[in-house]
């Protein structure tokens, strides 16, 4: 039985130091599969020996060494196969010495880091595997966590994540930095997959609770690491700001009794002035880079117009307006057209926006989407026009899988016209 505190110690050192290890192993065997393998390897060597010789004086750094040790002794194996694949056996023998000569430097830690965000990251792999296969490889979490904070089944995110690693394998992905031609794309897919582990702990879209905290802290960390290793990159900063920015309002968005409370009802003095700070610098830092800003920099634009507010009324809805024309004409989506529609309705009254809404309602992507009706069911409401609205958020209540936000639009439907 392992001691308990020692246990919290194992894995608060492996939640903070498990993906430079998987990362510098990742570059001596070229498989990230084998190298989470042998991380593992390393952390169960921990559990079993730390209680007994103590914690290290440098835990992360006796992780690292057990780890890499179990690596060099992976590629010794692989020089017995030199007879039958010898330029195996020679590149084992170069990263053999190699790796023996030096220890990484706080420059290769980070190359190495930043590879490995590419490869979890990479294109090859569905948006649900790249999801799991980042929490695991870059957040440390366990695949029971993971599965957790998506209410589903360990055996299910298990199979995810094997999927992933094999079709990297198969489609032999290379561990290096991508080429210049690809550098946006690839870029792209990591800043998609990191802002969608926030969304969903920002607004989960399934389960009994509005918010998933430890999702949104986790996309936050792999945000802040990715600007260390990208500076120079504008719409990394861009998207830091945007999550900072909205994670300062996580303390108002719920009740004492956990429902949710939306924007305009929400108490400003509850949000954290140290997140907005950390954002509006973010935003401030995608600006200094030059260049017009990208889709997650504009973004950040709405969420600090809110954050500048400091009441409801004294929101700059026409400026937010004039971001979601510029933001639809650099990333069109009906999503867009659905939040423009909302600026409008605040800043010029809901009957225009009402009309853009009904367009939208031909578009089959929003189908199942139960924002639409719900925003729809608002704009009615503010007309007036209360039996429609009520329609409208009873239909978005159908579709809304979260419970809480089931709930929620449930009572504004009860609620109109009285």
């Not at 979490?141 to 298990?158: C, D, H, N, S, V």
């Not at 990191?194 to 999702?215: C, D, V």
């Not at 600007?227 to 300062?248: C, D, K, N, R, Y």
């Not at 039996?387 to 449930?410: G, I, K």
Request: hydrophobic share 45%; proline share 4%; glycine share 6%.
């Amino acid at each position: 039985m392992v001691d308990a505190d020692i246990q919290r110690s194992v894995e608060a050192v492996w939640r903070i130091e498990s993906a430079k290890i998987i990362a510098k192993l990742s570059r001596m065997l070229r498989d990230v599969g084998l190298a989470e393998e042998l991380a593992q390897d390393a952390l169960i060597a921990a559990l079993e020996q730390w209680p007994r010789s103590g914690v290290p004086h440098n835990p992360g750094a006796w992780l690292m060494t057990t780890a890499k040790n179990r690596a060099l002794d992976q590629l010794r194996r692989f020089k017995l196969l030199r007879r039958k694949h010898p330029m195996i056996a020679q590149e084992a023998e170069l990263l053999t010495e190699d790796t023996a000569a030096h220890e990484s430097t706080d420059e290769e830690v980070g190359d190495d880091l930043l590879r490995l965000i590419f490869i979890a990251c990479h294109p090859v792999l569905s948006t649900d595997a790249r999801v799991a296969l980042t929490l695991r490889l870059l957040g440390g979490l366990t695949t029971a966590e993971i599965a957790r904070a998506f209410l589903l089944t360990e055996p299910t995110i298990g199979q995810r994540i094997v999927r992933a690693k094999r079709a990297l394998t198969e489609a032999h992905v290379p561990f290096e930095m991508p080429r210049a031609e690809q550098r946006a794309i690839r870029l792209a897919s990591v800043l998609e997959v990191i802002y969608l582990i926030f969304n969903e702990g920002y607004a989960a879209t399934t389960g009994g609770e509005w918010m998933r905290p430890s999702l949104c802290e986790e996309a936050l960390r792999l945000g802040r690491i990715l600007a260390e290793l990208t500076p120079e990159e504008p719409e990394v900063h861009g998207l830091v700001a945007l999550m900072e920015i909205q994670a300062s309002r996580s303390a108002a968005r719920v009740d004492p009794s956990g429902e949710p409370v939306l924007l305009l009802d929400q108490d400003r003095a509850r949000w954290d002035q140290l997140l907005i700070r950390r954002g509006l610098a973010a935003l401030e830092r995608a600006a200094g880079l030059g260049g017009a800003l990208g889709p997650y920099a504009l973004q950040a634009t709405v969420a600090a117009c809110h954050a500048r507010a400091r009441t409801a009324q004294e929101t700059d809805w026409v400026r937010i307006v004039a971001l979601y024309d510029a933001l639809a004409q650099l990333a069109p989506s009906p999503i867009v057209d659905l939040n423009r529609a909302v600026a409008i309705s605040m800043a010029f009254g809901p009957l225009g926006a009402l009309q853009i809404v009904d367009a939208l309602g031909n578009d089959s992507r929003l189908a199942n989407y139960h924002l639409l009706p719900s925003v729809r069911g608002d704009l009615l409401e503010k007309l007036g026009r209360f039996e429609e609205a009520r329609t409208e958020f009873t239909r978005a209540a159908a579709l809304a899988q979260n419970a809480r936000e089931r709930a929620l639009l449930r009572r504004r439907a009860a609620a109109c016209g009285t």
